[in-house]
């Protein structure tokens, strides 16, 4: 076989998938080096993380390269902003003109009042952006940190000193998947494959989702809870495991502050009490419970869905308490501190030093959001755009994502697009956010430049990207145009001549070359369990904190609470509406790619067909779905894997073959027209993105 590859020149290069969610399965790239293509990709044996697997986005991934409606040069808006007219202008004129437009916004509004814009982090541009953002001056980069990491990492770090993370390297008893779809998602750091094989060696599961979802279908107890009452759910856990005396006294003893006050607090919320609203039986919540506090250890992937309403900060803190009580945090197999290797810290990197007063002047410290979180909710960086709230802000730049389909209250953004002196976007394609855009860059993509992955989400390692290979003539990676952009709008002296340093500067301490690094695969911390026995946990109080000791100080509730639904039931709106992600795409990308439009052509809208029955709708039939912020259309799919009273809608959807000037269909099928920025949870401004309540009928009638 080798010997018949070499003969038609294809050769197998090791490096890791990014791009398609967060990454992180190592691959073995088969490249046709004379046509300077990729011709397969399959997953690497030797990947720590996957093992060999790899998931249909991985093996689809190179059609990203290819597809013929690829960006290939810079692009100036010629016509109105979003009229879809546009001509091609070389790097230099696109790069000068962004510059310009961002400094005169600087000299006319200050710093300020330009924005830096991120999606999901996908490699270190993410981290170039922050320091493009800091050098220019501007302490606002905006990212859907709100429904995405931050409450875990952050609710943690006040807890328990840390982000604690899902340890799948190690054996648990027991896994529960909370609000996380992982054979679908992949998400945050954790490949399917790991917990995937521990159950195959008979780890139990427990699975808290309203769907049933495959791997529901496999649990010891599948937990259908109603959208939103994560928090509900998880104190009547906490109830379970102090009022039978199941938790882990030797560590509550020595290593919890406030086990009093929690546990006379919970009393209320009993099984019996929670059960309405949770809608799981009140036995089913106390057996699951008492089965997560004998089974040790046991270890709780948290999906971002329990940062997804308004209580988000309840939801992470109850979840922590009962790792904590449980004896499961910081011990292997649990929920740990996963610790970076050797490498380049990210306050040096993205030189945090540059601007000290960040913390008081970026937007969200004036709506006294959360202190350590140091990026912008959107729905923020919307108001100071629509209102001037705190302050100004005029110009925009955006890569690695796309607002207008991705920020709740979609027509709000749209609103904020037009209102913008100036908007940069960098892409691989147009996108919805790229037609508002004055300016737009095409970028290089994964396999087609040498990048480091995972540094900077919390999961201790980072990965090797080496390129592939070169991209086409006219795309640059996003860390050369900042790179560019950098000198032209901050001193020049404190950017590379070749962006390429950044991968040589994050890999300093470590001592390693690219090269050198590239060749190992990817460089791990050590493990570290039960450090708190040497040096105590890192919060005031050395201790866990069940009773948050900073609660006064930071305006937060000291006890994780129920407060309500995140919605007010509204008799018109009867159905609760929720939404998944499809393991075909990543949030709103990859509609273009045309292998996975024919496995998923079209939005779907996950019906009961009992509920379906008394709307008259039928498998396939269009569906306008509607709540109190709008309507969309999505198409029908019976199944009884949801609840009567529950739709699941599809999100990100858009539409690239419709046209520019409409923004290619955006308005159509997007769930976040669904969605309202208001109300906002107060420590980290994250809206509803579930949960809202709504209506269904048939598209004809
Ligand atoms: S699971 Fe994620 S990292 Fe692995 S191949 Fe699929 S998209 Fe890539």
């Not at 009042?113 to 320091?131: D, N, Q, S, Y």
Request: proline content about 7%.
């Amino acid at each position: 076989m080798e010997e018949k590859e070499k003969k038609e020149g294809i050769e197998w290069v090791r490096t890791h998938c990014a791009r398609m969610d967060h990454g992180g399965c190592a691959l073995l790239v088969g490249v046709d080096r004379k046509e300077n293509r990729i011709v397969q990709v399959k997953g690497d044996p030797e990947g720590f993380l996957n093992r060999g697997y790899i998931c249909p986005k991985g093996v689809i991934s190179p059609d990203r390269l290819t597809h013929p409606d690829r960006l290939r040069s810079p692009l100036k808006r010629v016509g109105e902003r979003g009229e879809g007219k546009w001509t091609p202008v070389s790097w230099e004129e696109a790069l000068e003109e962004t510059a310009v437009a961002f400094n005169r916004i600087r000299e006319t509004h200050g710093a300020r009042a330009v924005a830096f814009g991120v999606g999901m982090p996908k490699g270190l541009e993410h981290f170039v952006l922050i320091r493009l953002a800091n050098l220019f001056g501007s302490p606002n980069v905006v990212a859907s940190q709100d429904v995405c990491h931050a409450p875990r990492e952050i609710t943690g770090i006040h807890t328990c000193g840390f982000y604690p993370v899902a340890d799948f390297h190690q054996r648990s008893r027991l896994a529960v998947l909370w609000g996380s779809n992982i054979t679908s998602t992949n998400e945050e750091g954790e490949i399917c494959s790991l917990p995937l094989k521990q159950l195959k060696e008979g780890m139990d599961l427990i699975v808290v989702d309203p769907r049933k979802t495959d791997l529901a279908e496999k649990a010891k107890y599948w937990l259908p809870l109603r959208p939103g009452t994560d928090h509900a759910l998880a104190l009547a856990f906490l109830n379970v495991v102090i009022e039978e005396s199941l938790y882990d006294r030797d560590f509550v003893e020595k290593w919890t502050h406030g086990f009093e006050d929690l546990a006379v607090h919970v009393r209320p919320y009993t099984p019996e009490n929670m059960a309405g609203i949770t809608w799981v039986p009140a036995d089913r919540i106390r057996e699951a419970a008492r089965f997560y506090a004998r089974s040790k250890p046991a270890v709780i992937q948290w999906g971002n869905p329990v940062e997804h309403n308004i209580h988000t900060f309840d939801i992470t803190r109850a979840l922590l308490c009962l790792m904590a009580v449980c004896g499961n945090l910081a011990v292997p197999g649990g929920n740990v501190e996963a610790v970076d290797p050797k490498i380049m810290g990210l306050g040096e990197f993205v030189r945090a030093d540059l601007i000290p007063d960040k913390r008081k002047d970026m937007i969200s410290a004036h709506h006294r959001v959360i202190p350590r979180l140091m990026t912008i909710a959107p729905a923020y960086f919307r108001k100071a755009v629509l209102e001037d709230v705190p302050y100004p802000v005029r110009g925009f730049y955006a890569m690695c994502s796309n607002p207008m389909l991705s920020y709740a209250d979609s027509r709000l953004t749209y609103e904020a697009f037009r209102k913008l002196d100036f908007v940069a976007v960098a892409d691989l394609f147009m996108t919805p956010t790229a037609a508002m855009a004055d300016i737009v860059f095409p970028v290089a993509s994964q396999f087609e430049f040498d990048d480091i992955g995972h540094y900077g989400i919390g999961h201790g390692y980072v990965l090797a990207r080496p390129k592939v290979v070169d991209p086409p003539e006219g795309c640059w990676p996003d860390m050369k145009i900042m790179n560019e952009l950098g000198k032209r709008m901050s001193p020049p002296e404190l950017w590379h001549d070749d962006y390429r340093e950044f991968l040589a500067d994050l890999l300093k301490p470590s001592g390693l070359t690219y090269e050198q690094f590239a060749e190992k695969g990817y460089l791990k911390g050590p493990d570290r369990f039960r450090a708190y026995e040497a040096k105590g946990f890192r919060t005031p109080t050395g201790k866990v904190e069940l009773r948050l000791s900073v609660a006064e100080k930071l305006r937060l509730k000291p006890l994780p609470e129920f407060s309500g639904l995140p919605e007010e039931e509204e008799p018109g709106y009867p159905l609760i509406l929720t939404s998944a992600k499809s393991r075909y795409y990543l949030h709103s990308s990859y509609r273009w790619l045309d292998r996975f439009r024919k496995l998923r052509p079209r939005p779907k809208v996950e019906i009961h067909p009992e509920t379906a029955a008394r709307s008259g709708i039928a498998e396939g039939d269009e569906v306008v779905i509607e709540t109190k912020n709008g309507s969309i259309v999505q198409y029908a799919e019976l199944t009884d894997r949801v609840d009567r009273r529950t739709v699941n809608a599809s999100h990100g959807w858009w539409f690239p073959e419709d046209s520019p000037e409409s923004q290619y269909g955006w308005r159509k099928s997007n769930f976040n027209i669904l969605t309202s920025a208001a109300p906002l949870g107060k420590e980290y401004g994250t809206p509803n993105l579930r949960a809202v309540g709504c209506r269904i009928r048939k598209a004809s009638s």
